[in-house]
């Protein structure tokens, strides 16, 4: 996310917070003060964090029995990647979502075993002076697969759709511009024959407060955590509002959203990873290694949201 102000007076440098930071969220109705800064993790949120939004399990999947499926469906990625030597056809995946939805996470998952010159994780800054000058979706066409290649993106040209308009850093005409554009654009990324996913990660209110803490008050994943995150806590609904907008308005036969409860990362990796695998038809698939999808995980936006 782009750089700028926190919603408190506190700023992280090198993981220590020069002042607190507590904020009165709204969380269904009901104020609930949080000060990401305090290194215990308040029970209103340890408590609900799993099954908040919904999520349809109440136990997170066992770690042996997660890996022990992952690799079996990181076989068959590799078996993608042959084919899509083989074939020279392409892939292109968006995942989009809050912050902390586990985006990189998941797209760890797929390129864990696959060839980095070949499959490209692409997690662009924030717009250079130059390209800030250039239509909007050009920087990132510049990173779509050439032929047997895949390309995944951390956050995409989505940015426009949601933080953006939300957090005041494009104009409302840009915006709208953007909204009646992009269901076009996506339909040539189609007609090219490009094999294109879109992957939005829905996690709920409370697993998002417990990441950013987990963040926080971990030394290896506190450059993770930004002032924007922060800024961004009592903004649920606003990024809610434009999340609804954007997966009604630009979900298609040629391009649809396929959306992912994510508060368990490993059964929300797992099922992106047999999403795609079901989606392409490549030489050695093994149907009975890729498994059943949970239906309860993964499914399209108008089904899901």
Not at 8 to 19: C, F, I, K, Q
Not at 272 to 290: F, P, T, W
Request: aromatic letters at 10%; hydrophobic letters at 40%; proline letters at 4%.
């Amino acid at each position: 996310m782009e750089s700028g102000k926190s919603a408190g007076s506190g700023e992280v440098t090198n993981g220590a917070a020069t002042s607190s930071r507590a904020v009165s969220l709204r969380i269904r109705g009901e104020l609930r003060a949080f000060d990401i800064d305090d290194p215990v993790l308040p029970d209103w949120v340890e408590n609900q964090a799993l099954a908040s939004n919904g999520h349809p399990y109440d136990k997170k999947m066992k770690k042996e029995a997660y890996e022990e499926e992952l690799k079996t469906l990181q076989i068959e990625l590799v078996k993608v990647q042959f084919w899509l030597q083989a074939t020279g056809k392409r892939v292109m995946a968006l995942f989009e979502g809050r912050d902390a939805a586990g985006k990189g996470g998941t797209i760890h998952s797929i390129l864990e075993y696959m060839n980095p010159r070949l499959a490209h994780n692409i997690a662009l800054t924030k717009p250079t002076e130059t390209e800030s000058g250039q239509w909007y979706f050009q920087r990132y066409i510049a990173h779509f697969p050439s032929a047997g290649n895949m390309s995944l993106f951390d956050r995409s040209w989505y940015n426009r759709a949601i933080v953006e308009p939300v957090m005041g850093f494009c104009t409302q005409e840009q915006y709208d511009a953007f909204m009646e554009q992009v269901p076009r654009f996506e339909k040539l990324i189609h007609q090219e024959g490009i094999h294109f996913f879109k992957f939005w990660l829905e996690i709920g209110q409370e697993m998002q407060i417990k990441r950013f803490h987990d963040r926080r008050h971990d030394p290896l994943k506190v450059w993770k955590l930004s002032t924007m995150d922060i800024a961004a806590l009592d903004k649920w609904s606003d990024y809610t509002d434009k999340r609804d907008r954007m997966l009604k308005q630009t979900h298609t036969k040629d391009a649809p959203w396929m959306v992912a409860r994510a508060n368990d990362k490993r059964r929300a990796h797992l099922n992106v990873i047999r999403h795609i695998l079901m989606s392409l038809n490549y030489e050695g698939r093994d149907l009975k290694a890729i498994g059943e999808i949970d239906k309860k995980i993964i499914g399209e936006a108008p089904d899901m949201i």
